[in-house]
Every structure is written in C-alpha cells, then in structure tokens.
C-alpha cells in the first residue's frame, strides 16, 4: 500500500469515534485531510467541529461541515488529528504543519484525542524529526539560544522558497530543533514551557493521544 493509502485507511477508521450529534475537533495536515473528506459523508450525524487551522476551517467549510470558534463550545468529544512521530505510549511530536499551537489548544479541551498516522511515525524515541516551537517574533533569538543549551539544534522555519521567517495562523514563528533524543518527553515539554517566549512547544506528552490508529500494510492497527 502507498503512504497515501495508509493514511486513507485511518482516516477511514477514526470514523468510528466520531459522536454523534457532537462537536468534533479536527486537526491539520495531509492525514487529517482524509479525516475531513471521510467527515464529509456522514456530516449530518455531527453539531459541527473546531478547527485547528484556517486551512482545516476552509476545507471543512468547502464540505458544508459547521465550524464553530472554540469560545462558543463548552466541550469538544473527540479530537481527531495526525502526528510527525508517535511512541506506543501516545507522546508525540506534532507541528511540522505549523499548527502545532492550535492543535494543543483544541486537544486540550477534547475528551478523548485519536491520533491517525501511517506506520511510518511510529518511533521508539521521540526526536529524529525536529521538534517544532512556536515563539513570538521579539523573543526568537533568545529562545533559540536556550534551546542551543537543551542540546538541540534551532533552526528558524523559513517560508518556501524565500529568505523570510514562516509566518503562522497566530503571527508566529517557528524554531525547529534537530539533534534531540527526547527520553523525558514530558519534563521536556515542561521545561521548553517556561522559557519566555515560547507559546507553545510541539512535544504532546502531558496530553497525549489516548488512542493511535496505525495504517500498516497488515491494516489498521490500535494502540491504547
Ligand atoms: C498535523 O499534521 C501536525 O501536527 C503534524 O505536523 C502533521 C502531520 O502531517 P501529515 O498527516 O501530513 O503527515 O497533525
């Protein structure tokens, strides 16, 4: 099966913890996409969601799906949403999107969080993919010198094809931090938490997923 089909397959069977008649969060990138299109055929069984991107608010919009702001909702059922990696324990590095802020935001709130990926992101320690921190433009320099002395190395996202910061949803930047091997991810997240500037690392521990969908060419597997 391609990566693509993988993803397809989740997305497919993530369907199954969507509840009925309520609001479903709904995360970012290309697996969560799928997610969108499979929510599309049984959108009338839903309130409606919450989106953690503007990019997942325009395609959910495209389907007809109800967005709904996260100050007018009182609870979110499920949060359904992709991961760069994910270890069998749930933790997981997300943000390669960029959304990484909203996406904490909107799992936060969420009373149970599926995580939908292709085998391929299933690692046992968190860390060969760089890990995204979304910073205030003024606090940059700053934090990335104390992300130096973590250990990593930071490095500024920058926008396609261009010599100038990425810019994200919020007016952020994001710093990508290579070489870390994160055996302590939640005293990681902790700690990258309460550097001043930060407004939100990409490390999911304290909240982890609750439940991982795994496409592998032997099919869906679940991970609890
Ligand atoms: C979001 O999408 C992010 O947190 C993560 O960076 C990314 C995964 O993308 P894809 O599904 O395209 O691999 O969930």
Request: net charge negative.
């Amino acid at each position: 099966m391609t990566q693509d089909e993988l993803k397809q397959a989740v997305a497919c069977a993530a369907i199954a913890y969507v509840v009925d008649g309520e609001i479903i969060g709904v995360g970012t990138g290309s697996t969560a996409n799928f997610f969108i299109d499979e929510l599309a055929t049984i959108k009338d069984r839903i309130k409606g969601t919450v989106a953690s991107s503007e990019a997942t608010a325009a395609r959910l919009r495209g389907h007809g799906i109800a967005v709904y702001d996260l100050n007018d909702v009182t609870g979110i059922a499920v949060y359904i949403d992709g991961a760069d990696e994910i270890t069998a324990s749930g933790a997981m590095i997300k943000g390669g999107g960029a959304a990484l802020t909203r996406e904490k935001i909107v799992a936060s709130v969420s009373h149970q969080f599926v995580c939908i990926a292709d085998g391929s992101k299933l690692v046992q320690t968190l860390g060969a993919f760089a890990l995204p921190v979304e910073v205030l433009p003024m606090a940059r320099a700053a934090v990335m010198r104390q992300l130096a002395d973590l250990g990593g190395q930071p490095r500024l996202r920058l926008k396609p094809g261009t010599e100038h910061a990425f810019v994200t949803d919020n007016g952020g930047e994001i710093i990508d931090v290579a070489g870390l091997s994160i055996t302590d991810p939640v005293g990681l997240e902790q700690q990258i938490n309460q550097i001043v500037g930060v407004i939100a690392v990409g490390l999911f521990a304290r909240r982890g997923a609750d439940v991982c969908l795994l496409g592998t060419s032997e099919g869906v597997k679940t991970l609890t």
